[in-house]
């Protein structure tokens, strides 16, 4: 049974650097054609993509937000890592991370979903 869960601070001061963390279980992040992904919903917002990692450690971003944003993973943890930066309180909303195929931010399509996981940029 693949479970992806988010770790990371639920809240986080203006201008400093937003660091998350997606553990995987039951699926290792380096299987063939899995990408990674790191998806956001502001309040009263639909989802937005931020990013992905791919299983050969390709990364792709979201041209709204790739120069504030890096995408990682550990392979040896079975983990990747989302750091936003420079954030302010428009980056406010639930985080997931979630797992689908190459182009899944187009179509919306994702496998699975870890729980969620709400960040606060507040000073």
């Known amino acids: 049974q693949v479970q992806l869960q988010e770790s990371g601070p639920g809240l986080v001061k203006p201008s400093q650097t937003l660091s998350l963390t997606c553990t995987v279980t039951?699926?290792?992040?380096?299987?063939?054609?899995?990408?990674w992904s790191w998806i956001r919903q502001p309040p009263g917002k639909g989802r937005e993509w931020v990013g992905a990692?791919?299983?050969?450690?390709?990364?792709y971003y979201s041209p709204a937000l790739k120069n504030r944003t890096s995408i990682s993973r550990d392979v040896d943890k079975n983990q990747f890592s989302l750091q936003l930066r420079s954030v302010t309180p428009e980056d406010t909303g639930v985080y997931y991370c979630?797992?689908?195929?190459?182009?899944?931010?187009?179509?919306?399509?994702?496998?699975?979903w870890g729980q969620g996981t709400q960040v606060t940029v507040s000073s």
């Open positions: 979630a797992r689908g195929g190459i182009g899944s931010w187009f179509t919306g399509e994702y496998g699975y």
């Open positions: 039951g699926d290792s992040i380096m299987t063939a054609y899995h990408y």
């Open positions: 990692i791919g299983y050969e450690g390709s990364d």
